[in-house]
């Protein structure tokens, strides 16, 4: 053979060895690229979840989970809205001064913009989760008087459409506010604060 066929052969030789060395790599580099990534587990307990809210009708709820918590949207209608200062007087903490929620909630409303309500939907007694009794009256099952709001049948604690505590019940305080701010008109974003002036 001459050294001409001798160092074609070398060049294809290492052409392939070269070639099948850089896939090798490639699949070693996989596993530890791959370990870098945060875990689907890691980013349900920390991240951000962005919520569509345009279809989501008058007096309805949305539910969605952040950090593992089920977390409650509402669009309310405005008796809804109108309802919240008839209940000062029988709701434990009517200006939530003992509640978590974010400086941007601590209104009347409990919220960015009155119409939308954004509630963590953990009770604050043992950690059950209410049922929503969003509408008043006896259609509700919860008497001719009530205005709306939730019901934790565990114990029997009642809150109101802005996640106020009423009085004499186990829960100690309103349910949590998470933080959450606006992307736009039709979408959330829980888990990332509203910044200041923005709404």
Known sequence: MSNDGV???RRQLIGVTAGLGAIGTGFAAVPFVLSMTPSARARAAGAPVEVDISKLAEGQMLTVEWRGKPVWIVSRTPEMIDSLKNLDAIVADPDSAKSIQPDYAKNASRAIKDKYLVLVGICTHLGCSPLAKLQAGAASGMGDDWLGGFFCPCHGSKFD???R???NVPAPTNL????YSYVSDTRLM??????EGAA
Request: no cysteine.
């Open 190 to 195: 829980i888990g990332v604060d509203q910044k």
């Open 176 to 179: 949590d506010v998470p933080p």
């Open 165 to 167: 505590v009423y009085k």
């Open 7 to 9: 160092n074609r052969t």
């Open 161 to 163: 459409l802005a996640g």
